[in-house]
């Protein structure tokens, strides 16, 4: 038992250092394979693997993290509070790329499912995935899926966006903010936000108002998606 305890300790341990230490060296140099949401898990696999954790001893205290996401869906009234103004100034566009970006997500995560043989639950954890992880997690369960797998689709799709998105908006000669901002945070959630502040303020804040819009469209409108595509 105080072996387990402190393979469990050390679990937390190397799970926020892993971040801390991605973070830190991302600040340095700002490289796509040394971005938090990349660097991070791949150091903290290897970590437990190499080390041989179990996984109900690695989620003994590290379950506390994935908690912190209902008070973080609840921290996202702040960043619409403080833009209130933006939001009022552009509420036509922010309107256009949520709906579309909740549209186009859902319809080609459907296509998706229709194309691949994907078992059952698979295909109602993929249905929401281009959505931030506390809004996916919560959605999640109306489509029948499983919050943890729906969790790992929403963090691959995340770098699938960050990875791609730039280059996509430039080939597609995309000069506005607003548009830049708004494609990133509806597509890509939080790893768009972050990479749409790279790119400039307006980006970033106009993303981090869509990823918020599009997570909390999904929430209210998944029992009527589920009744749908499911």
Do not use: N
């Not at 597609?172 to 607003?178: E, F, M, N």
């Amino acid at each position: 038992m105080p072996h387990t305890s402190l393979l469990a300790l050390m679990s937390l341990f190397l799970t926020l250092a892993s971040y801390y230490g991605a973070k830190a060296l991302y600040h340095r140099r700002r490289r796509w394979w040394l971005a938090p949401i990349i660097l991070a898990p791949l150091t903290l696999i290897g970590l437990v693997s190499l080390l041989a954790i179990p996984l109900p001893t690695y989620y003994v205290y590290t379950h506390w993290l994935m908690a912190l996401l209902a008070p973080a869906t609840i921290a996202f009234a702040v960043p619409i509070y403080r833009e209130r103004k933006l939001i009022r100034q552009y509420p036509l566009t922010l309107t256009l790329g949520v709906a579309s970006g909740l549209l186009f997500g859902l319809l080609s995560s459907w296509c998706t499912t229709k194309l691949l043989p994907l078992p059952a639950d698979v295909v109602h954890s993929v249905l929401v995935r281009s959505v931030s992880t506390p809004f996916a997690v919560e959605a999640t369960t109306a489509f029948g899926g499983i919050p943890d797998l729906t969790a790992i689709l929403v963090l691959l799709t995340g770098i699938i966006g960050m990875l791609i998105g730039e280059p996509i908006l430039k080939l597609a000669r995309i000069r506005s903010a607003l548009a830049r901002g708004v494609a990133l945070g509806a597509s890509a959630h939080g790893a768009g936000a972050a990479k749409a502040t790279e790119m400039g303020q307006q980006e970033g804040v106009i993303a981090s108002l869509a990823m918020v819009f599009t997570g909390v469209a999904m929430v209210l409108s998944a029992p009527l998606f589920a009744a749908i595509l499911v």
